[in-house]
């Protein structure tokens, strides 16, 4: 039996209900899954800033995805009103998805840098204080006339990173020489130990961020050239991306240098005008104005 015209359509109209529901799944899987870990915000902390952007943008195929499908369904099914609707309306939202994706690549940049500058930062503060904190401790020790005077200068300067565990029953026992260059040898040992916990980001550790964040960067950029090829503005024939360059084409009018002493925008470099424009405007720098009268004879 030979398939109909309207059994055709028919089945046309469902697959595209199928792609539709499909699309919108995808859509709240991948609302959800954002969600779950941006909440509860923090948007001064750098690295909750790169957790989520990675997030963000490693799930971004799967509503680039609903949205291709839901483009699809549209194109089988061009009767169905609602979903031509609901198109064009997560057409209108892809435009703010490509300016977020956008928007991600200096984002990334600053949250980055942000989380270098601070993590060294604070490193080199608590190292120097461990320093600090050591010397005082060395010379409370080395200062020590007695077992008992080295006893109470040490319970006098103990500290949580710099700590030393004192034995007083250990300490009689002891020679006053030889018990210095222990709890000297102890000191260095806390401090060496404090400080490997507190170290900046050392190089192999920075390489490996800086390549994520650039693995990030352009993912980024990709996604948002994407969507904006599927986005498209309310009474537009054409996607976002198409009208982007005559969108910026005012902003760019304003921002290209002006000519010195006539307030007239600069025409650029002679090569950027056609060798036949170039050609008319000689000829018409020739001819008189069309006001001017003819000489007499």
């Given at each position: 039996m030979?398939?109909t015209?309207?059994?055709k359509?028919?089945e046309?109209a ?8 499909v ?6 899987v ?6 779950a ?11 909750w800033?790169?957790s ?13 995805i ?5 483009y699809?369904?549209a194109?089988?099914?061009?009767a169905?009103?609602q979903?031509?609707?609901?198109r064009?309306?997560?057409?209108r939202?892809a435009?703010?998805a ?7 690549v ?15 930062s604070?490193?080199?503060?608590q ?13 409370a020790?080395?200062?020590a006339?007695?077992t008992?005077d080295?006893?109470?200068?040490l319970?006098?300067l103990?500290?949580p990173?710099?700590s030393?565990?004192l034995?007083?029953e250990?300490?009689?026992a002891v ?13 260095d ?8 916990r507190?170290?900046?980001?050392d ?11 650039l ?7 990709a996604f948002?050239?994407?969507f904006?090829?599927l986005?498209?503005r309310?009474?537009s024939?054409?996607?976002f991306?198409?009208?982007?360059p005559d969108?910026?084409?005012p902003?760019?009018?304003v921002?290209?240098?002006r000519?010195p002493?006539t307030?007239q925008?600069?025409d650029?470099?002679p090569f950027?005008n ?8 000689f ?5 008189p104005?069309e006001?001017?009268q003819?000489?007499?004879?």
């Amino acid at each position: 039996m030979s398939e109909t015209p309207q059994s055709k359509s028919l089945e046309e109209a469902i697959f595209a209900d199928r792609l539709a529901m499909v699309a919108m799944a995808l859509f709240c899987v991948y609302l959800i899954s954002v969600l779950a870990f941006i909440l509860p915000p923090r948007l001064l902390d750098p690295l909750w800033q790169l957790s989520n952007i990675k997030i963000a943008v490693e799930a971004a195929p799967i509503p680039l995805i609903g949205l291709a499908l839901l483009y699809l369904a549209a194109y089988l099914c061009p009767a169905n009103i609602q979903l031509q609707r609901r198109r064009k309306a997560l057409a209108r939202l892809a435009i703010l998805a490509s300016l977020g994706f956008l928007m991600i690549v200096p984002l990334q940049a600053h949250a980055v840098w942000t989380l270098y500058s601070r993590s060294n930062s604070v490193a080199s503060e608590q190292q120097a204080s461990a320093t600090e904190r050591g010397n005082a401790v060395r010379q409370a020790i080395e200062r020590a006339t007695s077992t008992e005077d080295l006893q109470k200068r040490l319970l006098a300067l103990q500290s949580p990173d710099l700590s030393i565990t004192l034995d007083p029953e250990r300490f009689p026992a002891v020679p006053l020489p030889q018990l210095k260059r222990q709890l000297l040898s102890r000191v260095d040992q806390a401090e060496g130990q404090f400080k490997a916990r507190v170290a900046p980001i050392d190089p192999a550790t920075g390489e490996r961020i800086t390549r994520e964040s650039l693995r990030v960067m352009i993912s980024s950029l990709a996604f948002s050239i994407a969507f904006a090829a599927l986005a498209q503005r309310k009474n537009s024939i054409v996607p976002f991306l198409v009208e982007v360059p005559d969108l910026l084409a005012p902003l760019m009018s304003v921002l290209r240098p002006r000519r010195p002493g006539t307030g007239q925008i600069s025409d650029g470099m002679p090569f950027q005008n056609s060798a036949s424009k170039r050609e008319a405007e000689f000829f018409a720098s020739l001819a008189p104005p069309e006001d001017e009268q003819p000489p007499k004879p």
